[in-house]
């Protein structure tokens, strides 16, 4: 039973640069969540997907978006890079956005602006 | 707002000894969920445990144990004969079902170190 995927595993940028990320939920679920954790914190969540669909979003910019596709993977965009994105973000799967089902992560992205 | 507190920032202990960890919440909520994950090295968060606030019932397993007390609105964690490997991160989090979705609120989280 394969678990979250993400990629890449690490990402250096510049400033102002665009990045995607990518995440692959756990097999059977249908729901993808991004969090965003720097260095020494817990992880903040951005925002949660379903049914294609942004369903909450958390105190994000508007330079991260994300999309979720048929398959119910997902992935996180952010525009206009700055130094202060550098951070882990996190992909978590759970099986459906209305209830409170555990959220299971991956590995994380570990990105790094210059 | 739903808030997290985990006090302890860092905990070193010996092999073998009882560590606990402690978390403390804050929600307006009558119905929540609150979860510990473990975070290696590696960095991957590694889900341990979820309770509901309707289940107050402590539980055992292996190793762990958990004590939940919702008149003081703690979720305390408790590792009992302590190895290297437990050696982590370990976060508290706080389910909030905001409409049509869910989102985790999570602690500082506490480094524990393990050593020999």
């Known amino acids: ?114 | 707002a739903q808030k997290v507190t985990q006090a302890q920032t860092e905990i070193s202990v010996v092999e073998k000894e009882d560590v606990t960890l402690d978390c403390v919440y804050e929600t307006r909520d009558t119905t929540y969920y609150l979860f510990w994950y473990k975070q290696p090295p590696s960095g991957e968060l590694v889900f341990l445990i979820r309770r509901n606030s309707f289940d107050e019932q402590n539980e055992i397993s292996g190793r762990y144990s958990w004590n939940f007390q919702k008149s003081t609105s703690s979720f305390n964690f408790t590792i009992t004969a302590s190895q290297v490997v437990d050696s982590a991160v370990y976060f508290c989090a706080l389910s909030e079902l905001t409409g049509t979705a869910s989102k985790l609120t999570f602690g500082t989280g506490t480094r524990l170190q393990v050593t020999l």
């Open chain 1, 1 to 114: 039973d394969a678990g979250v995927t993400q990629s890449p595993t690490h990402l250096i940028k510049t400033r102002g640069q665009q990045v995607t990320l990518r995440c692959s939920p756990k097999s059977g679920h249908d729901t993808v969540s991004w969090y965003q954790q720097a260095l020494g914190q817990g992880p903040q969540f951005i925002f949660q997907y379903y049914e294609e669909e942004e369903r909450q979003r958390g105190n994000f910019p508007d330079r991260f978006s994300g999309h979720q596709f048929p398959n119910y993977s997902s992935e996180l965009n952010v525009n206009a890079l700055l130094l202060g994105d550098s951070a882990l973000y996190l992909c978590a799967s759970s099986l459906y956005a209305t209830s409170t089902d555990t959220q299971y992560f991956g590995p994380g992205t570990r990105l790094t602006v210059l």
